[in-house]
Nanobody, 124 residues
Framework: QVQLVESGGGSVQPGGSLRLSCAAS????????MGWFRQAPGRVREIVAAISVAGTYYADSAKGRFTLSRDNARKTIYLQMNSLKPEDTAVYYC???????????????????WGQGTQVTVSS
């Protein structure tokens, strides 16, 4: 059974930075995409960024501020979030989709697995 364990959430002032990590365990295949979604109170869950062997995808809200990277050996992805804004406040969820696909596929294809979520709060 695949499990995703997230870490790195917390509270930060506007303009600050946070780094989220998501480690996958139980993976037996090497072709998959991973990504981060977020959900703010009263809003639908939305994709933030995704990564696969075919590249990286960023939502418009993340471009220029967030960087997604992947450590294949550790089956871990990292989301470096800089210049954080109050509107970035949300629960951030790690997700994994099995198969060989472009990262942007995670925008429309439902993930196979989700993490438990980690809270990010940006407030002065």
């Amino acid at each position: 059974q695949v499990q995703l364990v997230e870490s790195g959430g917390g509270s930060v002032q506007p303009g600050g930075s946070l780094r989220l990590s998501c480690a996958a365990s139980g993976l037996t295949l090497s072709n998959y995409a991973m990504g981060w979604f977020r959900q703010a109170p009263g809003r639908v869950r939305e994709i933030v960024a995704a990564i696969s062997v075919a590249g990286t995808y960023y939502a418009d809200s993340a471009k220029g501020r967030f960087t997604l990277s992947r450590d294949n050996a550790r089956k871990t992805i990292y989301l470096q979030m800089n210049s954080l804004k109050p509107e970035d406040t949300a629960v951030y969820y790690c997700a994994l989709k099995m198969g060989l696909m472009p990262a942007q596929a995670m925008v429309t294809l439902p993930p196979n697995y989700w993490g438990q979520g980690t809270q990010v709060t940006v407030s002065s």
